[in-house]
């Protein structure tokens, strides 16, 4: 859940479309076998099972319960009836492929229904006198022309397993509700087919009125639509279970967690308290699964409700690493991959939680890093990094083409980072920066130039807001940053006269108007406080996103390219995007301009503006969407396509 995630775990979230633990070099490195690890699940079964966590038999439920899961070691069904109900819940429903196994002593368990897809049977064994059954599968005999379809014959593998068994439980179900749902699937998840599945529901059971009636009244039911009876029934019965949002705590404790980020962990997410919400539980699991790279996190509230729980949290230990992959296609840049692997406490410290990450970006940037952070407290993070990077970028000059720039850049930094307070986030660092220019290519009548290599000794601030529930499609929420930085060639001065200071600020909020529009109002700009500063150092605007080229580049509405600004830029946007469908939607900007050569020269000439209007569909690996612009800085339309996450 975003929300749950601090804004270093967001960031990263909005850059990868696929995150896959490591748990050691070589065979069998691969800890995560599906294509879902299912923490969420995990979390959600954990959180309606409070007051039954302890290993019980399930037939003392109020109501008695079995799981039916495939053991895929010897490939078997497994009718759990007892031990802990939100880890059988959790096992039962693994679909193969699609969510990770649930292990448990020598078992490796799967969903059910691969041996078992219809158990009529474990319901009589546990007592059942009378069986309503739905089913949403075809019931008929398979002909040639059925393998037709692309699909069909692995489908008809994964059904062969259970085909006899259910024909004998769907013959020995007293009411059998055969719904039609085609064209659905079980990953028809859309509004439209979910509504669509509920209305057929209905209309199923009405034609079985009669039957239902005369069960209930063989059951001694009420048979008027007054069920005030019927509840009650249920309640004195002990069929009521609320779901708790806040529980009572007599004492906490970890299980596979190094004492240092235990303590880190009470101290940040305030354990010591009698009294702890659920949300509160589920961020340090967000936090133990997603900062500090644990395996597997779960927690347990054991004991009952009027003496206070047991709040217990238990690990399967660290990963070896975990790496993150993302990709992306555009018309500027064509195509683009990035890879970003942690590596959690790989030295081996006992005191304070480490970890070493390496990052490479190949495209037309190429980017290669590797940073060592280490957790002094709960908020804070001391940082040590080195970073290499390759820049190709055409610059531009009122819409003409005037330079190629290329350069290496050569980068080390240190200090604190991550002062994470809710959603907040505060880094203090200092910089090393070294450019080694390769060309600088003049077109359109522009004199090539020749650019000595230098290196800056930098001082950097920054502050970042953001409580945006989504950073492609928010519908809620604002961010903001401010970001500082004075740079100098010794420490102290930049070339022999005072140091050059620059400020760049941005604020964005999300407004909502009706259920299918939002409004996106912002400001940004940078400042430079020195008349001459280094071109890679220079403000630079165009494209939608900040920093996509440079570290300071700021976006402008319908402007394609990377253009060169004066020492000041300072812009108001207005952007609106309606909702079409659940995944397609259309988009429009228009933004508002002052620039100038010096900073106290902004206000002197005439603005600038931009507008922009697209179409965006959203899909698993990130926005596909289409935008066409027009700016009065270029005087020129611009066309821009892109399939993928930013990064």
Known sequence: DRKQMNLESRTRGDQYVYTLPLSQLGKGAFTQQALVKGQNLANLFTHLAVGFHDSIDFNTM??????????????????????????????????????????????????????????????????????????????????????????????????????NKFRQNWADTDIALQIDADPYNSMSFQPAAVDTLIARGERCAMSHWHELMALKARLGLALDDDTTANTARRRSAGYSHPVLETVPIAAVTFTHVLPA???????????????????????????????????????????DHSNGYRLHFDTEG??????????????????????????????????????????????????????STLSTSSTCNLALGYNFSYNDIDLYRHGKRYYDMRYYRHMAELGFKGFVVSNFMMDLYVRWSYYRYRDMLGRNGADSILIENDHYFSYHARLYYNDEDDTYFTTRGSSAEVQAG????????????????????????????????????????????????????????????FGHYFDQQLPFAGLGHVEYTGNSFAAVDMGARYQLTQNNFVLADFAVAEHGEKVKNTLDHTPY??????????????????????????????FYINLGLVF
């Open 62 to 163: 109020p109501i008695p319960y079995c799981a039916v899961a495939t053991d895929m070691v010897k490939f078997q069904e497994v009718d759990m009836h007892s031990g802990y109900v939100a880890q059988a819940m959790r096992a039962s429903m693994s679909i193969p492929g699609m969510f990770t196994p649930v292990r448990l002593d020598s078992m490796v368990l799967v969903d059910g229904g691969l041996r078992n897809n219809y158990p009529v049977d474990v319901a009589r064994s546990m007592g059942a006198d009378y069986v309503i059954g739905v089913n949403l599968n075809k019931i008929k005999d398979m002909t040639n022309a059925d393998f037709n379809k692309p699909g069909a014959v692995i489908t008809r593998i994964a059904e062969v397993h259970t085909e």
């Open 261 to 303: 980020e235990e303590h880190l962990l009470r101290k940040k997410f305030h354990l010591e308290r009698k009294q702890l919400s659920i949300d509160q539980i589920e961020n340090v699991i967000t936090e133990l699964r997603g900062r500090l790279y644990y395996n597997d996190a779960s927690y347990q509230l054991l004991g």
């Open 318 to 371: 660290k990963k070896a690493s975990q790496v993150y992959l993302g990709a992306r296609f555009d018309s500027e840049e064509l195509a683009a991959i990035q890879i970003e692997s942690f590596f959690p406490n790989i030295a081996g410290l006992k005191k304070h939680p480490y970890t070493l990450e390496a990052k490479l970006r190949l495209g037309k940037r190429i980017k290669a890093g590797l940073t």
């Open 486 to 545: 004075l740079y100098t060639t010794n420490f102290v001065h930049f070339h022999g006269t005072s140091a050059l200071a620059t400020v760049m600020a941005r604020w964005r909020s999300t407004w909502r108007v009706g259920s299918h529009m939002v409004l996106q109002p912002g400001v940004y700009g940078r400042l430079i406080f020195k008349d001459t500063a280094p071109y890679v150092l220079q403000n630079y605007v165009g494209g939608p996103w």
């Open 609 to 638: 503006f931009g507008v922009r209007a697209g179409y965006v569909y959203r899909t698993i690996v990130g926005p596909l969407g289409a935008y066409v612009g027009w700016n009065s800085m270029s005087h020129k339309a611009s």
